[in-house]
């Protein structure tokens, strides 16, 4: 039964998602709190008791038995190392939040709303402790039909187009990605046929992450691994999303609830810089390598262009979209400067996001709620009618500019210092990018801090402008400033980008093992290709 350990935090959601089905509609809002806060405490204590926090090792392996592929070499094959085991904390902390910030936000179709939170929570743990390509893949597709009806139902007026876009570009996205693992798992088969005495042969599938990982590194030629990763690039790079692959994302978080756009930002974007931390860097390293300086320049290109539309918006909740797009091509910059510090400041920033961004989606949907507006040029001042919300607005504001002493400015900088010494160290670590690359995308940071803190200024400071409300809130003709059930939903969020901003350590010390693991393989395979094609040229 060591399976059911780690199975628990998909099951307790879906558990609770089946009971929200046969209970009253008055009762889901709280069976779903109880069953995601019982699945967060879950994840507490496999992380207390999780054993390889500074090695690099996987724990929680177990396998589901008896499902009747085993001859197929499919498996339920659950595993976590501490990269993994981060972003299911994140996770199982995000989703109770969403569950308790739409109290008062969802009132039609309840039973429905709370039912979907759950299911996608369990497909996106699922994704992060996947180690059977198979079980990923389906876990990592799963999340998109919780996340378009959750758009479809109770978005904004645009929601028809924002679903149907989310759902074709990640779908073909992802498509194309299993289509370069099954490539691999196809290639492993044929390499490991087992000859028969009559002269027959059968292949010998395996879909196990750690045994494809370490094929493809050490066995695909050159040329297969630039297929393989572009393969792989076409499904990740569209759920991060980089440049320009981009375009769903602002308009499924413009017309996404609240907790839809939460759970965007904070979880389901980082599925795809995990995909690039799990499959692509350590598979196709010899690619990677090659091919690291255009993908670095494509990450540079969407952290400026993305920021230079944020100038442009009115909407606050598009703003903010674009913002992520910005942020998180730094993710994937320190990704592939390949080496430590870019690595950790990446892992960092997957957390770092998910918390800051997160909350400032949260804070738009509070006064969505009470004025049904986000258009910058209707609100104005509210810290005269807000002080709570304000004050919560420039914290984590500050936090997304990247203040010293918060959480985004440790991670924007390893992400920079690791890109920028990415050369000094190729001897160690095979790095190929630089000072410049480095000071293209600093600029970004500038242009967040601009673009941000004009926001801010615009509907934080200055005269109150408030729009007419049609339908006050609470029966009120101004609406008050924030509940303390609203208050203990960014408090978690506030205390941990304190926290992490004067303490990163314990995160970046937790990835480092699993990053010097995965890196570790780079200068042998990289060398030993190199040789191989010089012998076959």
């Known amino acids: 039964m060591t399976w059911l350990w780690p199975a628990l935090l998909l099951l307790v959601p879906l558990a609770g998602a089946v009971a929200i089905m046969f209970a009253p509609a008055r009762q889901a809002k709280w069976i779903a709190l109880l069953a995601t806060t019982i699945t967060f405490v879950h994840s507490v204590i496999v992380a207390v008791a999780f054993e390889h926090w500074h090695d690099g090792g996987f724990d929680l392996e177990a396998v589901v038995p008896s499902l009747g592929m085993e001859s197929m070499g499919i498996a339920v094959r659950f595993g976590a190392d501490s990269v993994s085991l981060l972003l299911v904390l994140l996770t199982t902390l995000l989703v109770p939040l969403c569950v308790w910030g739409s109290f008062s936000a969802i009132s039609r179709r309840v039973k429905e709303y709370y039912g979907w939170l759950l299911v996608i929570e369990a497909a996106m743990v699922g994704v992060f402790l996947a180690r059977d390509v198979i079980f990923f893949y389906v876990c990592f597709e799963f999340t998109l039909i919780p996340m378009y009806f959750l758009i479809a139902i109770w978005g904004s007026s645009n929601r028809s187009r924002a679903c149907i876009k989310f759902f074709l570009f990640t779908f073909t996205g992802s498509l194309i990605a299993l289509a370069g693992l099954l490539y691999v798992a196809w290639q492993y088969a044929e390499i490991n046929a087992v000859f028969e005495p009559g002269g027959g042969s059968h292949l010998s599938w395996t879909f196990d992450i750690a045994t494809l990982t370490s094929f493809a590194a050490g066995t695909l030629s050159a040329s297969e691994q630039r297929w393989v990763l572009v393969a792989l690039m076409a499904g990740f790079a569209v759920k991060v999303p980089l440049f320009p692959l981009h375009t769903w994302l602002p308009l499924a978080h413009t017309e996404a609830p609240a907790a839809g756009s939460v759970l965007l930002a904070g979880v389901l974007l980082k599925l795809g810089t995990y995909g690039l931390y799990r499959f692509v860097l350590p598979m196709v390293p010899v690619a990677v390598v090659e091919y690291a300086p255009v993908i670095a320049v494509i990450s540079i290109i969407g952290i400026l262009y993305a920021a230079l539309i944020c100038w442009v918006q009115d909407d606050l909740k598009r703003l903010v979209a674009y913002s992520s797009v910005s942020h998180l091509g ?121 673009y941000l803190l004009m926001m801010v200024g615009k509907v934080v400071f200055g005269p109150l402008k408030e729009p007419v409300v049609r339908e006050p809130a609470q029966g009120r003709a101004l609406p008050p400033d924030l509940c303390w059930r609203e208050i203990g939903v960014l408090i978690p969020l506030a205390v941990l980008c304190l926290y992490l901003g004067f303490q990163p350590k314990p995160v970046t010390d937790a990835a480092a093992g699993s990053i010097e693991t995965m890196l570790s393989a780079y200068p042998q395979e990289v060398r030993r290709y190199v040789a191989r094609e010089s012998a076959d040229g």
């Open 330 to 450: 730094f993710c994937v910059l320190g990704l592939v400067a390949l080496n430590p510090l870019g690595a950790q400041g990446a892992v960092l920033y997957m957390i770092n996001h998910g918390l800051s961004t997160g909350a400032l989606f949260f804070l738009i949907g509070m006064i969505y709620e009470r004025y049904h507006s986000r258009d910058m040029a209707e609100l104005g001042g509210l810290a005269a009618r807000m002080p709570v919300w304000g004050f919560f607005m420039v914290f984590f504001t500050l936090a997304s500019v990247g203040l010293p002493g918060l959480n985004g400015f440790v991670s924007e900088m390893l992400c920079l210092i690791g890109t920028f010494t990415a050369s000094a160290t190729a001897e160690v670590y095979p790095g190929r990018l630089g000072p410049w690359y480095a000071a293209a995308a600093g600029v970004g940071m500038i242009f967040a801090a601009m």
